[in-house]
T-cell receptor
Framework: GAVVSQHPSWVICKSGTSVKIECRSLDFQATTMFWYRQFPKQSLMLMATSNEGSKATYEQGVEKDKFLINHASLTLSTLTVTSAHPEDSSFYIC?????????????FGPGTRLTVL | GENVEQHPSTLSVQEGDSAVIKCTYSDSASNYFPWYKQELGKRPQLIIDIRSNVGEKKDQRIAVTLNKTAKHFSLHITETQPEDSAVYFCAASRKAAGNKLTFGGGTRVLVKP
C-alpha cells in the first residue's frame, strides 16, 4: 500500500493566526514530501519540496517565512501557515514519494481546506 | 522549467464512448508522466503512469501513449461510465529535478448516462 494522511481535513481560523497541517505516510517511509495548493477549479501548484532532515526547497514566489515546512521524520512533514490572511484560503495537499524501484511515484494526501476569516 | 499544457479543458461524452485527453510538455529531459483523477474535494488518485522508455501502457479501460519526439502524451479511456466523471490531470517530472511534478491545467470530464 501507499497511504498518505493529512490532518486536519479542514480548518477555519481568524486572520493573523497560524495554522499547522500535518502530512503522514502511514505504511511507507518517505524521504521526500511535496506541498501543493489548489484554488477552486484550478490545477495543483507546487509550493515546496520537503526533505527529511534538511531544509525545504521552495518554489519561486512562495514565501518561506510564511509557509514553514518541517520534515522531522521519514513519515511526517508539517506545513505551518503563519499570520494567515484571507488570501491564504485554499486547499492544501501534500504528497509523498515512495522509495524503491518506482522512486518517482507520488501519492497524495486527502487535502486540508483552509478558510481564513 | 517544465511547462505542461493539457487539452481539452472540458470534455463531455456519452456513456460507452471513448474519451481522449492530450498533454504536451516542454522539457525533453522529463522522463515520468503520471495521470491523476480527482473527484470534487478529494485527493488526486494515480490512475496510470508511463516512463520515457515505454511508448504505450494499458490498464483495463485506460491507456496512455507517449511520443517523446513530439513531446506529447495522451490518456485514453474506453467504454466510459458515469463514475469516470471527474477532473483528470496529467503531469511530468524528471529525476534530476528532484522528481517534482509539473501539472497540466486539468480536464473536467462529464460522462452522460
Amino acid at each position: 500500500g501507499a497511504v498518505v494522511s493529512q490532518h486536519p481535513s479542514w480548518v477555519i481560523c481568524k486572520s493573523g493566526t497560524s495554522v499547522k497541517i500535518e502530512c503522514r505516510s502511514l505504511d511507507f517511509q518517505a524521504t521526500t514530501m511535496f506541498w501543493y495548493r489548489q484554488f477552486p477549479k484550478q490545477s495543483l501548484m507546487l509550493m515546496a519540496t520537503s526533505n527529511e532532515g534538511s531544509k525545504a526547497t521552495y518554489e519561486q514566489g512562495v514565501e518561506k517565512d510564511k509557509f514553514l515546512i518541517n520534515h522531522a521524520s521519514l513519515t511526517l512533514s508539517t506545513l505551518t501557515v503563519t499570520s494567515a490572511h484571507p488570501e491564504d484560503s485554499s486547499f492544501y495537499i501534500c504528497s509523498a514519494r515512495k522509495g524503491g524501484t518506482s522512486t518517482d511515484t507520488q501519492y497524495f494526501g486527502p487535502g486540508t481546506r483552509l478558510t481564513v476569516l | 522549467g517544465e511547462n505542461v499544457e493539457q487539452h481539452p479543458s472540458t470534455l463531455s461524452v456519452q456513456e460507452g464512448d471513448s474519451a481522449v485527453i492530450k498533454c504536451t510538455y516542454s522539457d525533453s529531459a522529463s522522463n515520468y508522466f503520471p495521470w491523476y483523477k480527482q473527484e470534487l474535494g478529494k485527493r488526486p488518485q494515480l490512475i496510470i503512469d508511463i516512463r520515457s522508455n515505454v511508448g504505450e501502457k494499458k490498464d483495463q479501460r485506460i491507456a496512455v501513449t507517449l511520443n517523446k519526439t513530439a513531446k506529447h502524451f495522451s490518456l485514453h479511456i474506453t467504454e466510459t461510465q458515469p463514475e469516470d466523471s471527474a477532473v483528470y490531470f496529467c503531469a511530468a517530472s524528471r529525476k534530476a529535478a528532484g522528481n517534482k511534478l509539473t501539472f497540466g491545467g486539468g480536464t473536467r470530464v462529464l460522462v452522460k448516462p
